[in-house]
């Protein structure tokens, strides 16, 4: 077997070149037969590979801007709903002085010892992990806030819920509570005792009479329902208000009475006009505010 390959090159113009002739060993034959499809291979491998890890890598970045562009609202969204709530929480504060309500606990009472963050809450991609420390840690640290901020807000919902019930309770007492003068005059006895005019002997007096003309109006000192109007007794044409929690006024004397039981009358409405029936000595409204059915000094129920 020849050792050598004759490699023969034929001029384009045999007149000005001659014919060429190389020997080559059949051992570089064979070993570039091997070496040219093993190079191309590596060739091909590391191109993929330059490709796989480029695009990873162009993954990688796109993935980071986007979490740094995450990462920017969120902080947003926490800095504007941390003012949110410090906002509703002075709003609470000064809404439970009003209501005579205890303050909170600045920290939410006890509303934070349940343990920290769940896990679950922290992101778990793995492009996560291409993140500086730092990185990782802000969005951490953005998470627990927002985790924070939840559980405050549903505090604060809660606690609004109460102030609400209670502001409502108290403006229904006092809408319900007489606090104004149901007739303008001048007063001619007072809550107490008293010499009676019809008997001369002392009398215990169980109300305010305010003395005016005959048909001076009389107005409701507080939201009440009427339960009563009519002639009773010496109280000749009189109308009874009930005002809830256990507050009633009478009004007695009166020339008309304006309102039918069953209505719902408000602070200041016309019920009625003084007047001189029953057992009267001249034109006056007899005024009268029982308290579970007790008589009270009327003067306590009036501010204006």
Not at 5 to 31: A, Q
Not at 56 to 76: A, F, G, M, S
Request: proline content about 5%; some cysteine; glycine content about 10%.
């Amino acid at each position: 077997m020849a050792k050598y390959y004759e490699i023969v090159v034929f001029p384009g113009n045999p007149k000005k070149s001659k014919i060429r002739r190389f020997k080559i060993p059949r051992f570089v034959i064979g070993l570039f037969s091997i070496l040219i499809p093993s190079f191309l291979a590596l060739s091909g491998y590391i191109i993929w590979n330059y490709t796989s890890h480029e695009l990873r890598y162009n993954k990688i970045v796109h993935c980071t801007e986007v979490y740094k562009t995450q990462i920017t609202k969120l902080e947003k969204e926490v800095h504007q709903a941390q003012a949110e709530v410090a906002k509703v929480r002075k709003l609470d504060e000064k809404l439970r002085v009003i209501a005579n309500l205890k303050p909170l606990d600045q920290n939410g009472g006890n509303m934070w010892g349940v343990g920290g963050i769940s896990e679950d809450l922290v992101p778990s991609d793995s492009n996560v992990s291409t993140l500086s420390p730092e990185e990782s840690e802000q969005i951490r640290q953005l998470h627990y806030d927002l985790f924070r901020l939840e559980r405050l807000s549903k505090f604060e919902q809660k606690s609004l819920k109460e102030l609400h019930e209670q502001l409502i309770s108290r403006k229904n007492l006092l809408d319900s509570t007489p606090s104004i003068r149901p007739a303008y005059g001048y007063e001619t006895s007072g809550f107490g005792y008293r010499i009676s005019p019809f008997t001369g002997h002392k009398q215990f007096h169980e109300g305010l009479d305010i003395a005016n003309r005959v048909g001076t109006p009389v107005i409701a000192p507080a939201n009440g329902l009427v339960v009563f109007t009519g002639r009773k007794g010496g109280f000749g044409n009189l109308i009874i208000i009930s005002h809830g929690h256990g507050i009633t006024t009478r009004y007695g004397h009166l020339s008309k009475i304006l309102v039918k039981v069953g209505q719902h009358v408000k602070r200041g409405e016309k019920i009625g006009e003084i007047g001189n029936t029953g057992r009267s000595t001249g034109p006056h409204l007899h005024y009268e505010v029982r308290l579970n059915g007790v008589p009270v000094n009327p003067r306590r129920y009036i501010l204006n």
